[in-house]
């Protein structure tokens, strides 16, 4: 707890006025010169125990998920998680948190939350009615994610290798080049988070946040917010840094230098693949500690869980979408009619035609379940996300059963029964159309309206099961955290 020095209640900052106010006496103070203050009183009790590296904070644990919240403000009672969406006391204890290097404070309040939340929502035509709800966007909590942000240095000679194509009649001729030069470049603040609790994909659809404006760490800006805990080592994301000020120069170059905009630099020369110094020179410095500000929301419904958040500082919303599937079948009938009736009195399909097309709808929404169960194996192991990777990995090193883990049984991403005879039956009606079109040649129009009506229930079931696994794509497994008190490093 902050305490007014006026007053004695609790000081909250304030993203509008970017001070410290008080709620009681309506005092407010530069947070700055405020810890400064606070620091000199306290220092006489604590001036030999003091470590600077770190600041007294309270723990908040979900009992149900395990995820954990930190906040400066002891007097804070925290009623519902934010990662599983669960309305249960979190349990709390007092802690030492690691003091970060940086922090973007809170520049958008939670009234500019709500309102781009819901410029986002009132365009989803097809949103399920509940995620419009004053309950649910009253749900927000602004939260200081923590990210790693790196210094990227190029310097030196560049040595790159690049190739161009020319076709001569029916031979295409390839020609390879070594290109090189001299590079002095800079990249400051990369940013990528810190926290395997906040998914990359949610961090990347908020970028970019404006590091020209982070300052150095002070607690007073955390107070009336929370805090997520860093657990992923600063290592994880240091050649992604690398690559991506590589890609930038690249760029760069080819747009500057008009001799070598012809040429298409080769993949191999990327320090992501080959690590950093391959390409030009390239020196990640030390990656800074920061916390960054996010307006959090989590949905809850039975045993999946959506998420909305907003960059407390630019107000750029990423919200997991999910759609109302019978308001979804509704319209998607009604259009197909209006289609129908438009394309019955201006056009002229022969049965075949008709069939034709039907088998290829049919095989296209198939193709497209695939995909999507693909996907959603993907973001249920976190096969693209490097932070759960890099947590899951120090996990499985530090366990002393060295036995290869069995495989996560994902049961969102298998067939169904039903989807399997329905996929069993399409592959054996484009068969049948296939051979009634190109073998067969069937004369009468009969058998050929006979397979279109097969084939469109059979799309329209696979429609349902294309809706099903996008729902499931766009919300999440409830969460489940084994903390440890995260990563010294980190």
Same mark, same amino acid.
């Given at each position: ?192 988070? &810190? ?9 990347? #659809?908020?970028? /970019?946040? @404006? $590091? +020209?404006?982070?300052?150095? !760490? ?89 998420? &909305? ?9 990423? #919200?997991?979408? /999910?759609? @109302? $599937? +019978?308001?979804?079948?509704? !319209? ?100 049948? #159309? ?57």
């Amino acid at each position: 707890m902050i305490v007014c020095p006026s007053c004695g209640a609790n000081l909250k900052f304030d993203p509008t006025k970017q001070r410290m106010l008080c709620d009681f006496c309506g005092s407010d103070f530069d947070p700055k010169e405020f810890d400064v203050k606070a620091d000199a009183q306290e220092q006489q009790v604590t001036e030999q125990t003091e470590d600077l590296d770190t600041y007294d904070v309270t723990v908040f644990t979900c009992p149900q998920c395990g995820g954990e919240l930190m906040s400066v403000d002891s007097n804070t009672a925290a009623a519902f998680c934010s990662f599983c969406g669960a309305s249960t006391i979190l349990n709390s204890r007092i802690a030492k948190g690691k003091r970060p290097e940086f922090i973007i404070p809170f520049s958008k309040t939670k009234e500019d939350c709500k309102e781009a939340y819901l410029k986002i929502v009132r365009r989803a035509l097809f949103i399920p009615r509940e995620y419009k709800s004053k309950e649910c966007i009253d749900g927000f909590r602004g939260i200081y994610m923590p990210y790693w942000s790196y210094d990227v240095k190029q310097s030196g000679p560049v040595k790159l290798k690049g190739k161009t194509e020319s076709r001569s009649g029916d031979y295409i001729i390839t020609k390879h080049y070594s290109l090189s030069g001299e590079i002095d470049a800079s990249y400051e603040g990369l940013s990528y988070d &810190a926290s395997s609790s906040f998914s990359d994909s949610i961090s990347e #659809a908020l970028a /970019p946040y @404006d $590091v +020209k404006q982070r300052i150095p !760490f002070e607690p007073s800006y955390m107070s009336g917010f929370y805090a997520d805990i860093a657990d992923v080592d600063k290592a994880v994301y240091s050649k992604e840094a690398a690559g991506f000020a590589y890609d930038r120069s690249v760029e760069r170059i080819k747009s500057e230098t008009p001799e070598f905009r012809k040429f298409t630099i080769e993949d191999e020369n990327r320090p992501a693949d080959k690590g950093p110094g391959t390409a030009f020179s390239s020196r990640t410095m030390k990656g800074h500690s920061s916390m960054y500000p996010v307006w959090f929301m989590s949905y809850r419904n039975g045993d999946r869980i959506t998420y &909305a958040t907003v960059n407390g500082q630019t107000g750029k919303v990423a #919200a997991d979408l /999910p759609i @109302d $599937v +019978k308001k979804y079948l509704l !319209f998607s009938g009604v259009l197909a009619l209006i289609i129908f009736v438009i394309l019955n009195t201006f056009l002229v399909l022969t049965p075949k035609a008709v069939l034709v097309t039907a088998s290829i709808l049919t095989i296209a929404v198939f193709l497209i379940n695939a995909v999507q169960r693909n996907t959603i194996k993907k973001a249920v192991t976190g096969e693209d996300d490097k932070g759960i990777q890099s947590v899951a990995a120090a996990a499985k090193k530090a366990m002393k059963d060295k036995k290869k883990a069995p495989e996560p049984d994902i049961p969102e991403a298998k067939m169904s029964p039903v989807e399997k005879i329905t996929l069993f039956c399409g592959i054996g009606s484009v068969v049948i #159309a296939a051979l009634m079109i190109f073998f067969i040649h069937v004369v009468h129009d009969m058998p050929y309206y006979v397979m279109c009506i097969f084939d469109a229930v059979l799309f329209v079931l696979s429609f349902r099961f294309t809706l099903k696994n996008y729902n499931i794509m766009a919300t999440r497994r409830l969460p489940q955290f084994d903390r440890k008190g995260g990563d010294d490093r980190a």
